[in-house]
């Protein structure tokens, strides 16, 4: 499985973005995708992550601002980002969780990309 994101920019504070991330096709079912960020300096934080059965998660920073969903076919995932803050800017990955067997996951990374809000 490849993940490819896009979306990624300059932004002032206030503004929005989108990110996308396109996925081939699988030969495992997927359990879930996410975006993950990584700030300058930072660990690597689940921003937000949606499971095969449309249950979606956020965390508490970006919660009332991130919308996570994804296109009917679900090849595409999206993150709808409004109200940026600084505090944002960071590198954006997207990841799917593949059910390999019974029991057992691995997680697939794209490329980041880059979100960068100024003050």
């Known amino acids: 499985v490849q993940l490819q994101a896009s979306g990624g920019g300059s932004v002032q504070a206030g503004g929005s973005l989108r990110l996308s991330c396109m996925r081939s096709?699988?030969?495992?079912?997927?359990?879930?995708m996410g975006w993950y960020r990584q700030a300058p300096g930072g660990q690597r934080e689940l921003v937000a992550s949606?499971?095969?059965?449309?249950?979606?998660s956020y965390a508490d920073s970006v919660k009332g601002r991130f919308t996570i969903f994804r296109d009917n076919g679900g090849n595409t995932l999206y993150l709808q980002m409004n109200s940026l803050k600084p505090e944002d800017t960071a590198v954006y990955y997207c990841?799917?969780?593949?059910?390999?067997?019974?029991?057992?996951?691995?997680?697939?990374w794209g490329q980041g990309t880059l979100v960068t809000v100024s003050s």
């Open positions: 096709r699988s030969p495992f079912p997927i359990n879930a």
């Open positions: 949606i499971t095969s059965r449309g249950e979606k």
């Open positions: 990841s799917a969780d593949l059910a390999i067997v019974t029991g057992a996951v691995r997680t697939v």
